[in-house]
């Protein structure tokens, strides 16, 4: 069975730093792969998906994942963060036998410093 | 906004009752999803229906049900409500049900149970 791991539960970050968080999947198969935020009270929003091609996908809010393979990791990156961007984040596989049925990692919880 | 409508935003119950929570897809969308997140963990998926049929089921005990209607909407109902029922329950909708489809998440209900 598929599984998400997140290692990070909480990270602190200085507004304008860069910002990396961990990602690491477990399938069989050729993973579709997706990055979701979560605003306090809010649903997810999605922030990228990768299918398959370049394995460095741009995605909205400034936010970059690159998907490794030999690392089974897709770890999303933003290059300078804004106090908006204090939220949970979650990475998320897709299983193509079983519909569109993701399965979350246990999620991020970013903070951001003034 | 991603146009998924989820009601109620609260609700309290108590241990054994029943209850039954509603989401409004986006327009144009035929499938929906929905997926429970307890407190501090990623969302877990439920089931999902794709054209009022279910098309692929979680690990949730049959006491966990759903019907979609010919518009689209969607409803969970929950029988014998225990106390590790309390989450939030997050539906979402895609435009088809395959798994490079982008889900919209609703903003969810937040169930309480006492």
Redesign the interface.
Known sequence: AQSVTQPDIHITVSEGASLELRCNYSYGATPYLFWYVQSPGQGLQLLLKYFSGDTLVQGIKGFEAEFKRSQSSFNLRKPSVHWSDAAEYFCAVGVRTAGNKLTFGGGTRVLVKP | E?G?TQSPTHLIKTRGQQVTLRCSSQSGHN?V?W?QQAL??????IF?Y?REEE??R?NFPPRFSGLQFPNYSSELNVNALELDDSALY?C?S?FQ????????????TRLLVL
């Open positions: 991603t998924v499938t999803s997926y501090g963990q990623g969302p877990q998926f999902q794709y098309n692929g979680g997050l979402a895609s049900r395959g798994v490079q489809e982008t889900q919209y998440f609703g903003p969810g």
